[in-house]
T-cell receptor, first 112, second 116 residues
């Protein structure tokens, strides 16, 4: 059974810092991996989608990498801002099953 | 990207009543939709896979008679929480895949259910 783990569970940083969020998964036979942002009480906002054949994706200050063989992905946030404060979720989509499996998330707080 | 809409975004009901939540794919057809549940400060847990024109597939531990899923068309899936109890209070999120954006699932805004 696919297990998705995110470390750390919570992170607090001062504004302007660069930071890395980690995601690991137990079964490397994934279709793709996606990073989401969730604000309190809200739905999911898709940040980056990495297909299994790709190594990384970038969007603005965000960069996500994927190492399928080791079962790891990282989300890099450059020059963090207070508006980046949210919970970041990592999810993998499986090959023989269409749904996505989620990690527990990392709660990020960026202090002004 | 494709758009998935959920309704209602929040609902409060009394114990023992039933509540229906709708999930619509607005600009694409979705033969499969997924229903997730999220408890406070926890991650999303898959409840069931909704297949158009056939019975839903439920994850282990999810009561199919309590959480009724109907996927009657290629753009609409509904989740009905029957005889709701306070422990059913949660955030419910649906998702659907579009063959226009290969491999990506799109998520609704979520529906917060509070059972008094």
């Amino acid at each position: 059974k696919q297990e998705v783990t995110q470390i750390p569970a919570a992170l607090s940083v001062p504004e302007g810092e660069n930071l890395v969020l980690n995601c690991s998964f137990t079964d490397s036979a994934i279709y793709n991996l996606q990073w989401f942002r969730q604000d309190p009480g809200k739905g999911l906002t898709s940040l980056l989608l990495i297909q299994s054949s790709q190594r990384e994706q970038t969007s603005g200050r965000l960069n996500a990498s994927l190492d399928k063989s080791s079962g790891r992905s990282t989300l890099y946030i450059a020059a963090s801002q207070p508006g980046d404060s949210a919970t970041y979720l990592c999810a993998v989509r499986l090959y023989n099953n269409n749904d996505m499996r989620f990690g527990a998330g990392t709660r990020l707080t960026v202090k002004p | 990207g494709a758009v998935v809409s959920q309704h209602p975004s929040w609902v409060i009901c009394k114990s023992g009543t039933s509540v229906k939540i709708e999930c619509r794919s607005l600009d694409f057809q979705a033969t499969t939709m997924f229903w997730y549940r999220q408890f406070p400060k926890q991650s999303l847990m898959l409840m069931a896979t909704s297949n158009e024109g056939s019975k839903a597939t439920y994850e282990q531990g999810v009561e199919k008679d309590k959480f009724l899923i109907n996927h009657a068309s290629l753009t609409l899936s509904t989740l009905t929480v029957t005889s709701a109890h306070p422990e059913d209070s949660s955030f419910y999120i649906c998702s659907a895949g579009s063959n226009r954006v290969y491999g990506e699932l799109f998520f609704g805004e979520g529906s917060r259910l509070t059972v008094l």
